[in-house]
């Protein structure tokens, strides 16, 4: 299989993430898209190494892939927090950042 | 002598400048006075050394550097006209520093050390002023003596009326300042000297550039107009009465007034060569003289009514200078400071006594102020000019100088004057000293001895100069007719004021009735204040006022619309910053989005 097909692979799981970040409005759902995002990474590091036929590429998916749990852990922990002090995790209501 | 000379100098100065300095010292009150009194005391004691020795002498030091040697120097210039007044000067300074160590014994001591401090810096200043050798130094020390005025009639300056008082006198001062800055300039810019002697040796020789001197030495001259309170520039001299009386008596009568006198006696050699200008002089002395006396007739407030005639007596030894006998109004100057002085000092002891200024609530004093009732009568008959008073003397002197430079209506006015003198000097002594009791002084008393000596040191100073003069037969010039005659016309000021205020054989309204125009016209003071309160409303007001607006609505106007752009934006613009995460994130992805297109169409 050529590169292309693994490239576009990743740009429509990157995409569909995106598009998941963007239109949910439950936290959960937000961070379920920021994962999606981070693994169309991975698909693309892991197919780069694989046709350079070079292992940094997969030592920096593993990488990735420890980073990407670290950071739903934390951001699980985060919506948690909020959930018992707002009781809601729907987006449209935490706008405590407007200007 | 150099030394003694410039010692006279230094010490006023170094107290000025161990009160200004020391805080502590100048804060305790009368130590400070005390310093003070001390440095002017030796200053008194040098200068009498230096009367002593009668010599001449001219020190001076580089001052402004140029190409071809320095352009002003610096030094003392020390003969008989310095040294006349550096005995006065350092004398009534003395006398004055002493009799306010009583007279503002209810200040605080801060005040009292400001006091002492701004006394010490006008001594000094003053002292200077008459040493100067060169105009620009003269000129320097005169702006000086301005300052320390403004500050003494400012010394209450928690009291709008004296605050007010003081700025009006220095502008009005500083009016004429101007002239006499412009005026040695272009002296300067035509000789090339400030310096008198060169000066004085040119006029002699008649090297001295004939061109334009008269404009200059009219400039100079508005410089004493405005020092020595000479019409129309006299308005602040009865406004500064809003100062302390000790510094009335020290400032504004004996030293600093004189200043204008003192420049015009010092610079005789050069105003001889305008006869113009010396008319106007003449003129305008004779006129400041007639119309000040005038007004000090109507006048109720004792201290106004000296300031007055302080103003009349000014306009005398001027009208002197205008007619080529300056040594007369110097003359004049010598005596005048003496016996001018010891009649503020008196007034003060009576102010402080009974607490008011008004002559009308004064009264039956005599009896209650003996010693007070003494020298002040002594004053007031060496103003009036009674022999053998010091006043007398050098009246005469003037009288004849005037009529011997064949300035016949100058005379004339002079002549009334002297009648005018005695009489509203004279309204005040029966007024205050022989009338009725007046229930509002309570047990009015003489003076502590603090301020008692300096009065008795100045009445017989009066009457010590007076009587060394009649032994001596001064060589009064003027024809014989004239001494009689300035002492009939005193003997009838003095016999109307009597007729009039002590027996009442003359209704004082009658006399009023008589001269209902001069009246009307003196007690508004000639309309002169009016119209320089209206000169300022119109002028400087109205200027100011335009500039207010462009300041407000054009400067101002310009910031604060672009200040409500900013704001105006600031607000639009806060609107995108939702709160939402996801608008930001859409931002990033279409940031990126918009990036990627860039690169793809754009980049290269």
Redesign the interface.
Known sequence: MPITAYLVLAALVFAIG?FG??TRRNAVG?LLGIELMLNAVNINLAAFARFHADVNGLVFALFTIAITVAEVGLGLAIVIVIFRVRRTID??H?????? | MTASAVAILGLPFASFLVLALVRPLRRSGRPAGLLSIVAIAAAFVLALTLLASHGRMEASWSWIPADGGPMATVGVLVDDLTIAMLVLITLVSLLVQVYSLAYLHDETAPALGRYYAYQSLFAFSMLGLVLAPSFVQMFVFWELVGLCSYLLIGFWYDRPSAARAALKAFWITKLGDLGFVAGIVMLWSATGTFHFGTLFGMARQGTLPAEGLGLVMFLIYLGAVGKSAQFPLHVWLPDAMEGPTPVSALIHAATMVTAGVFLVTRAQPLFALTPDVLALIGWVGAGTALLAATMACVENDIKRVLAYSTVSQLGYMMAAAGAMAASAGFFHLLTHGLFKALLFLGAGALIHAVGTNDIFRMGGLWRAMPQTGIVFLIGTLALSGVWPLAGFFSKEAVLGGVWEGEMLVPFLMLLLTAFLTAFYMFRVVFIAFFGRPHAAADHPHDPPALMAIPLWVLALATVGVGILLALRGSAHHGPGWLAPLSLALAAGGIALAWATYQRGIVSADRLVALFRPIDFMARRRYGLDALYVGLYRAFILGFSRLIGWVDRYIVDGVLNVLSAWTLKGGDQLRRIQSGQPQDYVYGMAFGTLLLFVWVQWWWR
Do not use: H, N, S
Request: hydrophobic residues 65%; aromatic residues 0%.
């Open positions: 995106l970040v963007l937000i987006a449209d935490l706008t405590l950042l407007r200007g």
